[in-house]
């Protein structure tokens, strides 16, 4: 099987795919162990999540602002500039051109996943094999719900933030999100910025996005993984400390919002597939090796799922 503007297989490209993440996850284990005092990763650990009590206890407190943390690690260690208007202007760039600079201009979201997710002990302590499968499959939709919090709904653009709660800018950049109407598709535009603006809603604070992103990292439904309980026990006790930060921070509306939260999970899947299905007819010859082994790497998949397929029943995470 070949590509349509490529001579690359699939087999190739899940080949450079294994070593592009092998070679990414090395990077970051060597760039980012000792660069951020404020990950403790002894206290980031999901062994310290209490299942069995609904009380938030001081250490998952901690564990939550640690988490916090390495978000903020992830968006300084990997910086954007968000001032493309002119790059993304319509007028004299080829839909195609269009495309391939959009399709760069996302390397660094995805790099940023990858430093994410390195610097969660769960993940950097799995079998490389399920780490690399599991940033296959999850990438994208990490990428997507990540820059909900950048994303603001009033003036429809990004904002250069590393910290939305705390006021920190890496710079006024800014990104305004009625320049891609002109490249992605009117459904796909109208989909993720519907997506943001819930997501925004729902994640009322960095902490319980920060845990909605852990959940999504273990998220392992549809991929073969050496050690699936093990992913799933993780995502169990994360699932928990969610529903017990929302208890905390929320009361009795905490139930329901959670519930609404995780039914967002479905609706995620199928834009992270309408993402990934809009550069697939991109030259790969012109694409950020990085991000290539994402785009290309995953197999393509029907996007005809329903996109409010929710569960009817709120994510059980009893062991």
Known sequence: MEYQNGSTSVEQM???????IQTALAFHNEQTKDDDNSID???LSSSLINTESQVLTDCEKTLVTNLCNVVHFSRRKNPMD???KHDFAHSNQSKDKLKVLLANFLAAPVKRVVTFAQNVP???QLEVEDRINLLKETTIGISISASSSLYNSVSNVYQNLISRDKNIYADRSKLDLSVMKGIWSEELHSRTTNFLKSLNELCFDEACLALFLSIILFSNETINLRDPERVRSIRVKY???L???MLWKMGD???KAYCKLLSKLPELKCLGQMHVGFFQDV???QLDKFLLAFVFGKKNKKLNQVADEAPTECMKYEL
């Open 41 to 43: 990763a002894q206290k």
């Open 243 to 245: 529903r017990k930060y």
């Open 82 to 84: 968000f001032n493309r």
């Open 122 to 124: 769960d993940f950097a």
């Open 239 to 241: 699932s928990c400390l």
């Open 253 to 255: 509306k905490a139930e």
């Open 14 to 20: 899940q080949i450079f795919l294994l070593e592009s």
């Open 283 to 285: 030259d790969p010859k």
